[in-house]
């Protein structure tokens, strides 16, 4: 009849309209109560109530909001395939940023989730309170009347007024002191410490990078932003958020290097000298305790900064050599017919392919048998004797198909959510699965020991496995590990580690949701990381979240973007901005994965950036199978554009970075050792040259290449700067040496992306190039 939560659904940029906004309010400031009622509902009062006095009687009156639709029935998982199984309303109002959820959606499955769960608001009341000051408490309950005069009242909740002193925790510095004097303060309420917040100096000349995967700028010096895992559906950069973020930056261009992380996994804030130019002010949430810690690291150069922070969380690991070829994926692949045939189509083109990511696999309910197989279900983990797979299935031989593609050279990584669904209503292996999480009590929970149920758009209203502990990591992926060992497959695609809403969600570890819920991502790829090392496999795991500590486990890509050249620059940044804070094995959908096809010269440039790029691959969105279909191929891309140049120009790109993967594994084997990242900055190895902040989309791959992707249509000649090295460089494809320290017009057609090579390793890279 009537619900109020004063946190409302723990969205980290939303607010619902059943919360109190502000959820913590400020000396001085007042609140909107919001609460959601019935339709039966005819008024709603608040009794409001200060320090124990009699409580007053606020009226709360209707809010504007739009018409609730319900909750969508489920599509179908069973037979849609891939990430499609779950374009349902989660009953939450989520804010339809970047999704055009309040506008036209262009027909992706997880665009039309998240438009019908913006739509599932219901019936909102509200009032506003007098202002709340500090050091009073306040209780407030509602009171709701039907139309047949029926009453239901909601339990009593307090609040109180947090105010900023100079007192009220401790903040713990390691490394050279670098906060200014003076400037530490402490943001507590009634109940004790909420933030912290200090300053640090910012010299004239000093830019500062990173913060995690960032797809806004890579300079963040005059920004505002946060460090929360977020699944921001398309569109990051416009709105300055991630899946992958990071509460470390460094600063270079000044003096020397420097950079500092702040120990914590709770959310943190950061003004670059978006206020002050001479400053940024560095903002975190606390536990109850108050303390925080620092710690500053000092290096003659970034690569000095970036090692000291992973020996804090951890150095990546080293990858096979295969992880370096063409990675092909669709999300409408989704029998073992289509698959081979999309292989197939690769060997009648001539385009060499080391991977193939298949989403489309499981029956989408349990994440681990294929499609169309039948199974008893089974309180043990499965082995591949205990399935059927029907010839005139989807599905009819996987181990044959995975044994075929190994044979072509093909390596095969199948796709994960780290959920258990429940909507539809579990049966068979999913209701096993379910009952035992809840059982065993391996979920995560809310505050009141309830399993927690997703909150998000996508998978709503799921299970999460907590997978903090080890016990819960070993149950989750033995129920996969048939999949490695008989099945053959090698690595994982482990998505949406991003569902995890609420500050006060409880983990095994003993972490509430302000502190674990960060974690998550980086325990999910563990997970999945150890279950291949077990298997004898490498740890490839490829992830779009994480936090500080996933550097050591797997791979990357940069998540859901569309075709666009705006979203081409903000993924390039992104790749930049990620290897800047460790992350070395990094990937994109090249040319964006969802809506229409990109037009052939958007993915002409993408993929010829791409091939320059940690990790080359395509990817396309579910699009219910209409046509015409949007994979993307190059041969779907060039049907669909008309243009030829198309299937030959991919091809020579892939037959390039078949050459270049020698140089890939081992200027990575250099980064996982200790080094600078693969693909980095320029100001990894020129920070004291000033012009290379006028330049951020220019980047190097390992020592010796030098990239300036054409990020704008309609461009033949392309002005790359060439930072001062001795020795000078090459251009690759003309072997014409030209001299660092200046900018220089480069012809760039569609199959030659401006690459220069350092001087000092042409001879032995020049093989590559001139074949």
């Not at 989750?476 to 969600?505: P, Q």
Request: with cysteine.
């Amino acid at each position: 009849m009537i619900r109020h939560r004063p946190h409302g659904s723990g969205h980290p940029y939303a607010e619902t309209e059943d919360q109190r906004v502000p959820a913590r309010p400020l000396d001085g400031e007042s609140v909107e109560l919001r609460v959601r009622a019935s339709a039966r509902v005819v008024s709603v009062v608040c009794d409001w109530s200060v320090d124990g006095a009699a409580p007053a009687e606020l009226p709360l009156s209707r809010r504007d909001a739009p018409a609730r639709t319900g909750p969508a029935e489920g599509t179908g998982a069973a037979e849609e395939g891939g990430a499609a199984g779950e374009a349902v309303a989660a009953g939450e109002a989520v804010a339809a940023e970047g999704a055009g959820a309040a506008g036209a959606v262009d027909g992706g499955h997880l665009a039309a989730a998240q438009a019908r769960a913006a739509r599932a608001a219901a019936g909102s009341w509200a009032v506003r309170t007098p202002s709340l000051r500090a050091g009073s408490r306040y209780a407030y309950r509602f009171r709701a009347t039907a139309a047949d005069g029926a009453t239901r009242a909601t339990r009593w909740f307090e609040v109180t007024a947090a105010s900023w002193t100079d007192t009220g925790g401790k903040l713990e510095v390691t490394g050279t002191d670098r906060v200014v004097p003076g400037s530490v303060r402490w943001l507590a309420d009634g109940d004790g410490p909420l933030r912290v917040r200090f300053e640090l100096a910012l010299g004239p000349e000093e830019h500062v990078v990173g913060f995690g995967e960032r797809f806004d700028a890579v300079d963040q010096r005059g920004r505002a932003l946060d460090a929360v895992v977020f699944e921001q559906y398309k569109a990051q950069g416009r709105h300055g958020r991630t899946y992958l973020p990071m509460p470390y930056a460094m600063v270079a261009g000044g003096p020397a290097s420097w950079g500092w992380h702040v120990r914590t996994s709770r959310r943190t804030w950061y003004d670059v000298g978006a206020s002050r130019p001479g400053r940024i002010v560095v903002e975190a949430e606390t536990g109850p305790d108050g303390e925080l810690g620092v710690r500053f690291y000092d290096g003659e150069r970034p690569a000095d900064v970036l090692g000291a922070f992973l020996g804090d969380v951890g150095r990546p690991a080293e990858l096979p050599e295969w992880v370096f070829r063409l990675w092909a994926s669709g999300n409408e692949w989704n029998t073992q017919e289509r698959v081979l045939a999309e292989m197939d189509r690769h060997r009648e083109h001539g385009i060499p392919v080391g991977a193939v990511v298949i989403e489309a696999w499981s029956d989408e309910t349990t994440f681990t048998a294929f499609r169309g197989a039948e199974y008893e279900p089974s309180q043990e983990p499965h082995r591949l004797a205990d399935y059927t797979f029907p010839a005139g299935g989807p599905w009819p031989d996987p181990k044959g198909m995975v044994d075929e593609l190994h044979r072509r050279g093909v390596k095969v990584l199948l796709w994960q959510i780290p959920l258990q669904k429940m909507r539809p209503h579990p049966r068979h292996q999913a209701a096993v699965d379910a009952r035992q999480l809840v059982e065993r009590g391996y979920g995560v929970r809310e505050a009141d020991g309830r399993p927690y149920r997703n909150r998000g758009w996508w998978f709503p209203l799921a299970l999460m496995p907590d997978l903090s502990s080890q016990e819960v990591r070993d149950w989750w992926t033995a129920k996969r590990r048939y999949l490695v060992e008989e099945v053959g497959i090698d690595g994982f695609k482990t998505d949406g580690g991003e569902h995890a809403w609420g500050h006060d969600l409880r983990y095994a570890d003993g972490r509430d949701g302000a502190a674990g819920n960060g974690l998550f991502p980086v325990h999910y790829a563990r997970a999945f990381g150890d279950l291949l090392r077990a298997c004898g496999k490498a740890p490839v795991t490829f992830s779009r979240a994480g936090f500080a500590g996933s550097q050591p486990h797997g791979a990357f890509w940069a998540g859901d973007e569309d075709s666009t050249w705006e979203a081409f620059r903000s993924s390039i940044r992104a790749g930049i901005t990620a290897s800047a804070c460790g992350i070395v094995y990094w990937g994109w959908d090249l040319a964006g994965f969802s809506g229409p096809v990109p037009d052939a010269e958007l993915y002409l440039r993408a993929a010829g950036a791409s091939a320059f790029m940690p990790i080359m691959q395509y990817h396309s969105e579910f699009n219910h199978h209409r046509t015409p279909i949007r994979d993307r191929t190059p041969w779907n891309v060039a049907a669909q554009t008309g243009d030829e140049r198309v299937v030959p120009v991919f091809r020579r790109l892939a037959e390039l970075r078949e050459r270049l993967v020698p140089y890939l594994a081992e200027q990575a084997r250099a980064a996982t050792a200790g080094g600078a990242p693969l693909m980095r900055g320029l100001f990894f190895d020129h920070p004291d040259d000033p012009e290379v902040w006028r330049h951020p989309l220019q980047y190097q791959l390992g020592d010796a290449l030098l990239v300036a992707p054409v990020t704008e249509p309609g461009i033949t000649e392309a002005s790359v700067y060439l930072p001062g090295k001795e020795g000078g460089w090459v251009d690759v494809w003309t072997g014409r040496e030209l001299a660092g320290g200046r900018t220089v017009s480069l012809p760039a057609p569609l199959d030659r992306p401006p690459v220069l090579c350092a001087a000092e390793h042409w001879t032995r890279l020049s093989p590559v190039f001139t074949v």
